[in-house]
Nanobody
Framework: VQLQASGGGLVQAGGSLSLSCVAS????????MGWFRQAPGKEREFVAR???????YYADSVKGRFTISRDNAKNTVYLQMNSLKPEDTAIYYC???????????????WGQGTLVTVSS
């Protein structure tokens, strides 16, 4: 499955952004989908995950502020980000996996990333 992330941009602290990840090539309905991020000089880290049946799981750093969702009819996964902080600044990647996991290495397909910059 090919993934295309979009929706990044520049936002002030406290603001909101909504990321989208559109899949092509095959349906994502049987995939578990995730969002990861990588800040400059840091390793890629898990942000959120949604299973094929819409069970969600979040990193502690974003819990209560970010919401992951999916629309299988549109072959799209979303990440709604509220109350953004400067430390949320990173390139955000969407990914697809065949297993329920938060480990980046277990995700077989990745999008190209979209940059989110949060100014203080």
């Amino acid at each position: 499955v090919q993934l295309q992330a979009s929706g990044g941009g520049l936002v002030q602290a406290g603001g909101s952004l909504s990321l989208s990840c559109v899949a092509s090539g095959r349906t994502i309905s049987t995939y578990h989908m995730g969002w990861f991020r990588q800040a400059p000089g840091k390793e890629r880290e898990f942000v959120a995950r949604i299973t094929w049946d819409s069970r969600t799981y979040y990193a502690d750093s974003v819990k209560g502020r970010f919401t992951i969702s999916r629309d299988n009819a549109k072959n799209t996964v979303y990440l709604q980000m509220n109350s953004l902080k400067p430390e949320d600044t990173a390139i955000y990647y969407c990914a697809a996996a065949r297993v329920v996991t938060v480990v980046a290495g277990n995700f077989g397909s990745w999008g190209q990333g979209t940059l989110v910059t949060v100014s203080s």
